[in-house]
């Protein structure tokens, strides 16, 4: 069964900071994954799509990796701002599966 | 284009008491599916569709049914509502399951 872990589960910083966020999961047989922004009573909004054949995805100050072999994401986040204060997800899914596959977030706190 | 429409935002139900949680995309994406959030354990999906009338099961099917009669919609019906059921609920599309979700702004379930 795919689990996917983020830690930490909360981590605050000062504005200005370069954040790596992390993202595990225990199946390496997917075939994509996807990291979400989700807003304090709002939807999941997505940042970055990476399919299993790409290392990395970039959108802005955005940088998504993914490692396979090691069942590893990182989000990069450059120049952490206050607005990227939020909860992030990331999402897998298993290849030959419909279903997605969800950690549990991370939420970020960026003190101005 | 609205996206994802999810109504109502907010509802409260009487254990016992059935309702519909609507969800309508006007993206013309095949893919649809329902996840409930609830604290501590991250999104579990309920119901997932890949196109008007095939639907399936996802992690935490019972006590929902859905049906896709039209691309446009996916209705979530609780057929006798329990506390266990309250949640937040969110609904997603996609052209396919390969492709970026997109999700609704959610419906706010209590049950009492």
């Known amino acids: 069964k795919q689990e996917v872990t983020q830690i930490p589960a909360a981590l605050s910083v000062p504005e200005g900071e370069n954040l790596v966020l992390n993202c595990s999961f225990t199946?390496?047989?997917?075939?994509?994954l996807q990291w979400f922004r989700q807003d304090p009573g709002k939807g999941l909004t997505s940042l970055l799509l990476i399919q299993s054949s790409q290392r990395e995805q970039t959108s802005g100050r955005l940088n998504a990796s993914l490692d396979k072999s090691s069942g590893r994401s990182t989000l990069y986040i450059a120049a952490s701002q206050p607005g990227d204060s939020a909860t992030y997800l990331c999402?897998?899914?298993?290849?030959?599966?419909?279903?997605?596959?969800f950690g549990k977030g991370m939420k970020l706190t960026v003190n101005p | 284009n609205a996206g994802v429409t999810q109504t109502p935002k907010f509802q409260v139900l009487k254990t016992g008491q059935s309702m519909t949680l609507q969800c309508a995309q006007d993206?013309?994406?095949?893919?649809m599916s329902w996840y409930r959030q609830d604290p501590g354990m991250g999104l579990r999906l309920i119901h997932y569709s890949v196109g008007a009338g095939i639907t399936d099961q996802g992690e935490v099917p019972n006590g929902y049914n859905v049906s896709r009669s039209t691309t446009e919609d996916f209705p979530l019906r609780l057929l006798s509502a329990a506390p266990s059921q309250t949640s937040v609920y969110f609904c997603a599309s996609s052209y396919s399951i390969q492709e970026t979700q997109y999700f609704g702004p959610g419906t706010r379930l209590l049950v009492l």
């Open positions: 199946d390496s047989a997917i075939y994509n």
């Open positions: 993206m013309n994406h095949e893919y």
């Open positions: 999402a897998v899914r298993r290849g030959g599966s419909e279903k997605l596959v």
